[in-house]
């Protein structure tokens, strides 16, 4: 067999393995709604751990930031800054949304807006942006699912076939199993994901440099400036740095998908105990910037950062072993892809068509909408994928400037009774509006600052001036919250 | 209630000091710790460490719900 074939074979593999996992999981359970999107609200700790972990390691990470370390340098640090504070970000606003969820039956975030601030075009813009900024990101899956295919294959399939063929492995994947499914191949994914950052994170700086000390040592004599911010750009310096690391880490769990995930913890409690060991499980990150970083060294000029990781391993290791380090990406794309298909797909069904259009829908034909709209939205973000070239980690940062949009109406819904349905409303659409304006201008950053977060601090300031330009509404949360206080909140 | 909520958010700041508003002090690349550019091995020290913190804003919290409120407050939660 060829070096090429033996490692497709094994790629492919592990896809089956994955599905089958899947296909297993999600048997045993009759598939309702509720089952299939938020699995009856009965994950434990370790589900939810593994939901949420695996929200972490996707493509962006795998590929994505060793791809940055290569290309940009300094400033790909702010992916190790971000993930650690998003999850103490996440222990304090979690519980709440959490309990709010419990409360209302709550399946999606578009559902939370609906209740807190009782307008369904509030709802109904919730759920359209949600889905608008899961395209980038689901984008960015495809795309690094693509770069698997095309650099095990020895670039016998070309990058669009490529793409193509992992929009067939996406979305038969996520048609044929629900969110419980996804959980459990999350486990297959991490444990894979595991063995193949540690061995290449240490055995790549071995082989070439006797060790990691040697390779950052050779690293600043010749690229010493890569190693700080702005690194090799132009542009990203500590403003950058700051501005991006709130933007994100206050954007995690404003993802559809991560919101969503929240709802199938059994108790708020859980998702704090969970919250409180999160950041270990980014401590293997960094491997992949040593990757990163080595291949600057080992292959510099590359165009495509992206690549650096799976190049590297391609020429220093045996073709088996780039297939279980190829096996491992694809089901770390196909997990998570699966995972924001899925909420995109019942958004769009739940929270956008069925209220504006058809309010008389049953349960079964949303979900049933829900399913065909995985194979549009996937398909949207296949055709972005043939025709865009930006960086894995750009697709990422661009996405978090629409969806950190929802933080205001989420945290000031939580925490401050004043706050009103238009207020919200505004806030979202000049937050997003300045967002797209900014980065379509190539105006990111701007006055050194991450246009998202620029977006968000005007997003704020029209949240607040138009609430109060509003008359005060009732607080779709506080009946129930009264009762509660009396009865404590113990799960 | 409110003074309680504001001890837990305590241990929580240190983390966003640590790692994203103090980036000009460590964004450098010397002294070298275990062979690390200074500020990678500042960023991975802190992973570790923010879990810490949580599990501070975790026990506060527990303790704040179990023993009887501060003076002059009233029902924990």
């Known amino acids: 067999m060829t070096p090429s074939a033996v490692a497709i074979a094994i790629i492919f593999g592990t896809i089956f393995a994955g599905a089958v996992t899947g296909l297993w999981a999600g048997r045993r359970r009759q598939m309702n709604l509720e089952q299939w999107s938020v699995a009856g609200r009965g994950f434990g700790l370790i589900l939810v751990w593994l939901l949420m972990a695996g929200e972490v390691y996707t493509t962006f990470a795998f590929l994505g930031a060793s791809g940055w370390a290569y290309s940009r340098g300094g400033p790909a640090l702010y992916i190790l800054a971000y993930l650690t504070l998003a999850y103490v970000v996440s222990f304090f606003i979690l519980p709440e949304i959490w309990e709010a969820g419990r409360k209302f039956s709550l399946h999606t975030q578009s559902d939370f807006f609906l209740q807190r601030y009782g307008r369904k075009s509030l709802a109904a813009l919730v759920a359209m942006v949600g889905v608008l900024f899961i395209i980038p990101y ?149 491997l992949l910037f040593f990757v990163g970083f080595a291949a600057l060294l080992i292959m510099p000029g590359l165009k495509n950062g992206d690549l650096a990781l799976l190049l590297t391993v391609r020429q220093s290791f045996p073709a088996w072993f780039l297939g279980v380090v190829g096996g491992a990406g694809a089901l770390t794309a196909m997990v998570p892809a699966a995972i924001l298909i899925l909420a995109a797909g019942t958004l769009f069904a739940k929270n956008f068509f ?138 | 209630m409110k003074a309680r909520h504001l001890l837990q958010l305590l241990p929580a700041l240190v983390p966003f000091l640590a790692v994203c508003f103090s980036v000009p002090l460590w964004d450098r690349v010397y002294p070298l710790v275990l062979g690390l550019p200074f500020n990678l091995f500042w960023l991975i020290v802190w992973i570790p460490l923010s879990s810490l913190c949580l599990w501070a804003s975790y026990h506060l919290r527990q303790r704040g719900r179990i023993s009887p409120s501060p003076p002059g407050k009233g029902l924990p939660e």
Not at chain 1, 261 to 284: C, E, H, K, Q, W
Request: hydrophobic share 55%.
């Open chain 1, 138 to 286: 689901l984008q960015l899956q495809l795309t690094g699912l693509g770069i698997i295919v095309q650099v095990a294959s020895f670039d016998g399939v070309g990058r669009t076939p490529a793409i193509l063929i992992a929009f067939v492995i996406v979305a038969g994947f996520v048609l044929s199993s629900g969110i419980r499914a996804v959980a459990w191949v999350s486990v297959l994914k991490d444990s894979l994901m595991l063995i193949a950052a540690i061995t290449i994170g240490i055995a790549v700086p071995y082989k070439y440099f006797g060790g990691i000390g040697p390779m950052f040592r050779m690293l600043l004599e010749t690229r010493a400036a890569h190693l700080t911010m702005p690194g090799s750009t132009p542009d990203k310096g500590h403003a950058w740095y700051i501005s991006t690391v709130l933007l994100t880490s206050l954007g995690f769990y404003m993802w559809p998908h991560a919101f969503g995930s929240v709802f199938s913890a059994r108790s708020g409690d859980t998702v704090r105990r969970n919250a409180v060991i999160m950041p270990l499980y980014t401590v293997t990150l960094p």
């Open chain 1, 354 to 491: 069925r209220p504006l259009f058809r309010p008389a829908m049953t349960d079964d034909q949303v979900a049933r909408l829900a399913k065909v709209m995985v194979v549009a939205i996937t398909a949207v973000a296949m055709y972005f994928s043939i025709y865009s070239s930006t960086t894995l980690v750009g697709l990422l940062l661009f996405a978090y400037s629409g969806v950190t949009q929802f933080l205001p109406g989420v945290v000031f819904g939580l925490f401050w009774k004043r706050v009103t349905a238009t207020g919200v409303f505004a806030g979202i659409l000049v937050g997003v509006g300045c967002a797209l304006l900014l980065v379509v201008t190539k105006h990111d950053p701007w006055m050194g600052l991450n246009a998202g977060f620029v977006a968000l601090c005007l997003n704020f300031v029209v949240t607040i001036v138009m609430s109060f330009a509003t008359r005060p509404q009732p607080d779709g949360f506080a009946e129930q919250v009264r009762t509660v206080a009396v009865v404590g909140d113990a799960p």
